[in-house]
């Protein structure tokens, strides 16, 4: 259970020695136990049933979502209302299946293992002729598996530079203007991902998904890779900082309430650690890293 149910091996070796960057469709390779692991009837069942945890259930329509009020009872999830949403045509969005779906927690482990990365899998139910989430970009690469039905994928070149976490995210922009700019372009690519193809889409293409024009529900899992960068070995390496003793000493009050004081605390805390950085043991640094890679759980959507 890993990458290798996603991919066939030439592709796995692909995207081990070289990330993808560009958008690409493959088939699930033979053999892959993903469609006997997760299905549409499963999906719907736990929110036919109220058996999904309510927390994570999210009811969307046009890129507007309901409050969970609208869909909970008591905290939990009240299957009398999703169906009332399912018939006007809202989408739903299942978070973190990894947390609380043992094969996928496992597939998710298996895929953190072999790649260093973090993962979460998210479902989207979407209903025939309706829109969930629209024109938005991701912080993180998603790998798009097909369960059910078809859906439309407009997908735009990157209008930010290496977005990551926080930063450049698309729900922290004016995206109105950019939106009318968009539609007035046209897409650079338009896909119809159909049942038990796999789309790749990297951070920072935006992308309007929809099944608009289709006679059948669309169902399909996102699996959210969480990248590492330069800055997670960075912010690893100052957070190991703290072994430096002058790093830990107590700056005056009057250092930090003073601008002038305060620049010369920063470029003095700056030159110790730029010197401890440099007697990082690179070797023994990386095994424990590695093993932080490989284990650690994140914050939700970071």
Same mark, same amino acid.
């Given at each position: 259970?890993?990458?290798?149910?996603?991919?066939?091996?030439?592709?796995?070796?692909?995207?081990?020695?070289?990330?993808?960057?560009?958008?690409?469709?493959?088939?699930?390779?033979?053999?892959?136990?993903?469609?006997?692991?997760?299905?549409?009837?499963?999906?719907?069942?736990?929110?036919?049933?109220?058996?999904?945890?309510?927390?994570?259930?999210?009811?969307?329509?046009?890129?507007?979502?309901?409050?969970?009020?609208?869909?909970?009872?008591?905290?939990?999830?009240?299957?009398?209302?999703?169906?009332?949403?399912?018939?006007?045509?809202?989408?739903?969005?299942?978070?973190? *299946?990894?947390?609380?779906?043992?094969?996928?927690?496992?597939?998710?482990?298996?895929?953190?293992?072999?790649?260093?990365?973090?993962?979460?899998?998210?479902?989207?139910?979407?209903?025939?002729?309706?829109?969930? *989430?629209?024109?938005?970009?991701?912080?993180?690469?998603?790998?798009?598996?097909?369960?059910?039905?078809?859906?439309?994928?407009?997908?735009?070149?990157?209008?930010?530079?290496?977005?990551?976490?926080?930063?450049?995210?698309?729900?922290?922009?004016?995206?109105?203007?950019?939106?009318?700019?968009?539609?007035?372009?046209?897409?650079?690519?338009?896909?119809?991902?159909?049942?038990?193809?796999?789309?790749?889409?990297?951070?920072?293409?935006?992308?309007?998904?929809?099944?608009?024009?289709?006679?059948?529900?669309?169902?399909?899992?996102?699996?959210?890779?969480?990248?590492?960068?330069?800055?997670?070995?960075?912010?690893?390496?100052?957070?190991?900082?703290?072994?430096?003793?002058?790093?830990?000493?107590?700056?005056?009050?009057?250092?930090?309430?003073?601008?002038?004081?305060?620049?010369?605390?920063?470029?003095?805390?700056?030159?110790?650690?730029?010197?401890?950085?440099?007697?990082?043991?690179?070797?023994?640094?990386?095994?424990?890293?590695?093993?932080?890679?490989?284990?650690?759980?994140?914050?939700?959507?970071?």
């Amino acid at each position: 259970m890993s990458l290798r149910m996603l991919f066939d091996q030439e592709t796995y070796q692909d995207m081990m020695t070289s990330w993808p960057t560009e958008p690409a469709v493959h088939d699930l390779p033979e053999g892959s136990h993903l469609p006997a692991i997760v299905n549409a009837k499963l999906l719907n069942t736990y929110l036919d049933t109220g058996c999904a945890p309510a927390d994570e259930i999210n009811v969307v329509k046009d890129g507007a979502a309901r409050h969970p009020r609208a869909y909970a009872t008591a905290g939990k999830l009240d299957p009398a209302r999703i169906a009332m949403w399912r018939e006007r045509g809202y989408s739903f969005q299942i978070r973190n *299946l990894d947390r609380w779906y043992p094969p996928l927690h496992a597939m998710c482990r298996a895929i953190q293992q072999e790649t260093g990365f973090g993962c979460y899998v998210t479902a989207f139910i979407t209903p025939a002729g309706a829109q969930g *989430l629209d024109y938005h970009w991701d912080q993180n690469i998603g790998i798009v598996y097909q369960v059910a039905g078809v859906k439309t994928w407009q997908i735009w070149r990157p209008v930010v530079e290496e977005p990551h976490r926080g930063y450049q995210a698309s729900n922290t922009q004016p995206l109105a203007e950019l939106v009318e700019q968009l539609k007035a372009d046209g897409p650079d690519l338009e896909i119809e991902l159909e049942p038990g193809q796999i789309l790749v889409l990297p951070r920072g293409w935006v992308h309007n998904p929809h099944a608009l024009d289709q006679t059948d529900d669309s169902v399909h899992l996102t699996f959210v890779i969480r990248e590492r960068t330069g800055f997670w070995i960075g912010e690893k390496l100052a957070k190991a900082a703290i072994e430096s003793t002058p790093l830990r000493r107590v700056i005056a009050p009057a250092d930090i309430v003073s601008e002038t004081a305060l620049a010369a605390q920063i470029d003095r805390a700056r030159s110790i650690l730029v010197d401890w950085l440099g007697k990082v043991d690179t070797e023994s640094f990386g095994a424990e890293l590695l093993d932080t890679a490989r284990s650690e759980l994140e914050p939700d959507y970071n």
